[in-house]
């Protein structure tokens, strides 16, 4: 069934909420979960959203653009914690 614009523009800007929230705090580190408990985002949207947002930053270096602004990953002892890197 197709959905309505306006849950278009809301799933659309999770990206947004996403990387704000990253980018006003780049000395941590936040794993998914805190993300979410921060954002309010369901803990599913946000590993959704920062999976696509992984998949444009490497489209983006393969066809050698440059993005002024980077969420980058670690993984440790099973957990991903994510933040934002401004070139």
Known sequence: MPIDAAEFDAHKDLGT?????????????FSAEE???????????????????????LA????????KIRIEDVTIDGTTYYRCISD
Do not use: H, M, Y
């Open 17 to 29: 909420i996403i990387t704000q929230f990253l980018c006003r705090n780049p000395d941590r580190g």
């Open 35 to 57: 993300i979410a408990q921060a954002t309010g985002v369901s803990e599913e949207d946000v590993n959704s959203t920062l999976l696509k947002l992984g998949f444009s930053d």
């Open 60 to 67: 983006s270096a393969i066809a050698g653009r440059k993005k």
